[in-house]
Structures are given as C-alpha cells and as structure tokens.
C-alpha cells in the first residue's frame, strides 16, 4: 500500500508532555510534507485551538486540512474554508443537559469559534484546558443560543465521574459518546468520529484508507486506528488502542511518531 496521508492525534500522541511538539517531531513531519505526503492533524480541539501547531508544521498548501471535533468538521488550513461538517444544536442536547442535571456534572457547548460554559451546575473545567484559545461565554442552558451549531458538548470533570456518565449516557443513541482523556467526556453528532472525518477527507482527494497511517493513544482515536491502513499507537496509549494498532511505538516523550516514520519510510 502506499502512503499519502499521516492522521495524527495530538494530546499524548504528536505532544509531548509540555503539550508541544518536539524539534525531532517537527523535523520528521515537515521532511515528509515537504516530499508530498499530507500530514493532518486529527482531534478533539477546533482550529483555533491547532493553530500554533499548523503553523509549527508548514501546514500551509493550499490542499492542506485539518481535522476537528473529532471528525466533526474539516478545515482548510490555508482559508480556513469548511468543506465538511456534522453538527448539533440546543435542542438536540437537551436530553444530555436533563442528564448532567440529574447527575451533577458540568457541561459546556463548542461551537466553530467560541465555546460556551453552562453554569447552571458549575463552571466547565474545559476552558482551563483551551480558554486561551478561544473565546468563552458563561451562561445558563436558556440562555444558550438556539441558532448557534454545537460541534461538540463536552464535561469535563474527575475520571471516575466520567465513568459514570459514560456509563449511563449509553442509553442515548442520538449521540456518538467518547472519552479524549480520562476527565474529559464529549458528546458528538451521531456517527461522528475520528475514522468518520478521515473517510470525508480521503473521499475528498480520492484516496482509500489503505493510504491512511493513522497514530493516537485513547479511546476517541480507537475507530481511526481501526481503519488506517496503517495504526500506530503510542507506547503510552490504552491497552485497547494498542490492541487495535498493527504497530505500537515508543512514547508520546520519546518522539514516538518521528521514531516510527523515520523506521518505515527510512529517512
């Protein structure tokens, strides 16, 4: 098979433990888009909140994506042009705010550039986590506009909280559930998912996922690795990530990625 495309998670994958991307990862990546080949950036986070590391990359031709909410939109790098995107609205997630009220945890709302904090139980944790890339609103579920499209609602709160949640939001089947990272849950447009986004993207440039090498680390990477040609998990990812992959490397603080695409494509 041959290898176009390299879909990359970035929090404990592409990143280091500082949440930055390495000189050698930086090096690797830019030598191989540089010889063609398109690296995109997979994740749970909007483009404002990738964009130093687009711009660490060279990401900047003029076919060059990224994408987002976790296969819910996907963006051109350059224009910042919207070719796909799958979203949800008030309405939609008011089943999941009668939940976060019944049981206690917070919740907030992503939309394409400005992210809102429900209040009406406590302040989301997210915007300790992305606040300085984006803009926040605090605010009570009526309040939260009605005509505004929702990629993502997220809760962020201790892992054993969202547990709990995951566990009785599976009873919901308008939604795609998934854990980014052990205290942080997301509520997604049903079917959305990282493999969802890659297969919009791939049937863009007319490739097939045999042209997809895939890295990640958690369970929200688990259906791209699945459906890479090549997954890659980290040396730190979860044990089913690992499972899944046709190859685990070293960890996300050892370089993982370059170490293993300096191996298969021999640089």
Do not use: C
């Not at 990640?216 to 890659?232: F, Q, R, T, Y």
């Amino acid at each position: 098979m041959e290898i176009k495309l390299i879909a990359l998670d970035l929090d404990n994958t592409l990143l280091n433990a500082n949440s930055e991307i390495s000189s050698r990862n930086r090096e690797v990546l830019k030598l191989l888009h540089n010889k063609g080949l398109k690296v995109v950036l997979t994740t749970g986070r909007p483009i404002k909140g990738i964009l130093p590391f687009i711009d660490q990359l060279e990401l900047k031709q003029p076919e060059d994506y990224s994408i987002n909410f976790n296969g819910g939109v996907i963006q051109n790098n350059l224009s910042k042009k919207i070719i796909f995107s799958k979203f949800l609205t008030k309405e939609d997630i008011v089943p999941i705010n009668d939940l976060a009220n019944q049981m206690r945890f917070p919740l907030g709302g992503v939309a394409i550039d400005r992210a809102y904090s429900i209040i009406d139980i406590r302040k989301s944790g997210y915007q300790s986590f992305i606040g300085k890339l984006m803009d926040f609103t605090d605010l009570s579920f009526h309040d939260l506009p009605a005509d505004e499209h929702y990629y993502k609602f997220i809760s962020q709160t201790d892992p054993e909280q969202v547990a709990k949640i995951q566990e009785k939001a599976a009873d919901y089947p308008t939604f795609t559930i998934v854990k980014s990272r052990p205290n942080l849950l997301e509520f997604l447009p049903k079917g959305v998912n990282k493999s969802f986004g890659l297969g919009q993207l791939i049937k863009h440039f007319g490739w097939t996922f045999d042209n997809v090498m895939a890295f990640g680390d958690e369970e929200n990477d688990l259906p791209m690795i699945k459906s890479a040609g090549i997954g890659v998990a980290m040396g730190n990812a979860i044990k089913e990530v690992k499972e899944a992959a046709q190859a685990v490397t070293k960890l996300n603080t050892e370089d993982g990625v370059a170490a293993y695409l300096v191996k298969y494509f021999d640089l």
